[in-house]
């Protein structure tokens, strides 16, 4: 089972900010937070990822609570081609070889 | 290429045919996956590899599916006597591996299976 609790919808409007939610109360001091979209028939895209410290890209930017018990995936200024399931993901270190555990994701709906 | 490549893209098969669907990963990548994602659903985990050895193959449904990767690079999942309900997309991830944690995974386009 996903780790993860997440909103199954939102929407965003075209060239503003998304701000995409997510819980991971039972996060281990190991894992990592992972963010990944889906655009509809394509395979699953890599955003973002980080282990404690707030993290930022040329696609996004990731902010983690303190406690790590919460994070939330900005799109600083989203567009149409942004609409996607977007899916947040805890996972541990290498050494154990474990899987990524897709959850349900939140269908993210830029409007124009 | 620079990504992980599935093929073949699109794959009908008959109810009882034998399928063999490849992913050649990314060049160097120590770590492969495979997911299977029935429609309207997230990725299911299938089963993952580290080089050539199997690790965890918790995922697979049944003992008519089979994968392999038997060079450490390119890898196939075979589903025997398929079934209407293995219709899905199969997807291939690949990731380096590190002591420290924190890769990141990189999927290819996946293949369509439809078995009718």
């Known amino acids: 089972d996903a780790k993860t609790t997440q909103p199954p919808s939102m929407d965003c409007a075209e060239g503003r900010a998304a701000n995409l939610p997510c819980n991971h109360s039972?996060?281990?001091?190991?894992?990592?937070v992972y963010w990944y979209r889906q655009i509809h028939s394509q395979g699953p895209q890599y955003i973002i990822h980080?282990?404690?410290n707030n993290e930022t890209n040329e696609m996004a930017s990731l902010i983690i609570t303190e406690d790590r018990k919460s994070s939330t995936l900005i799109l600083p200024h989203a567009t149409l081609r942004d609409t996607a399931v977007y899916y947040c993901?805890?996972?541990?270190?290498?050494?154990?070889?474990?899987?990524?555990?897709f959850g349900p994701g939140t269908r993210l709906s830029v409007l124009p | 290429g620079a990504g992980v490549s599935q093929s073949p893209r699109y794959k009908v098969a008959k109810r009882g045919q034998d399928v063999a669907l490849r992913c050649d990963p990314i060049?160097?990548?120590?770590?492969l996956f495979w997911y299977q994602q029935a429609l309207g659903q997230g990725p299911e985990f299938l089963t993952y590899?580290?080089?050539?050895?199997?690790?965890?193959k918790s995922g697979l449904p049944s003992d008519r599916f089979f994968a392999e990767r038997p060079e450490g690079s390119v890898s196939t999942l075979k589903i025997q006597r398929t079934q209407q309900e293995d219709s899905a997309v199969y997807l291939c991830?690949?990731?380096?591996?590190?002591?420290?944690?924190?890769?990141?995974?990189?999927f290819g386009q996946g293949t369509r299976l439809t078995v009718v």
């Open positions: 060049s160097g990548h120590v770590s």
């Open positions: 980080g282990l404690k």
């Open positions: 991830a690949s990731s380096l591996w590190s002591i420290y944690g924190g890769t990141e995974a990189f």
């Open positions: 590899f580290q080089n050539e050895a199997q690790l965890d």
């Open positions: 993901i805890v996972r541990a270190d290498d050494n154990y070889g474990q899987n990524f555990v």
């Open positions: 039972t996060i281990s001091g190991n894992e990592y």
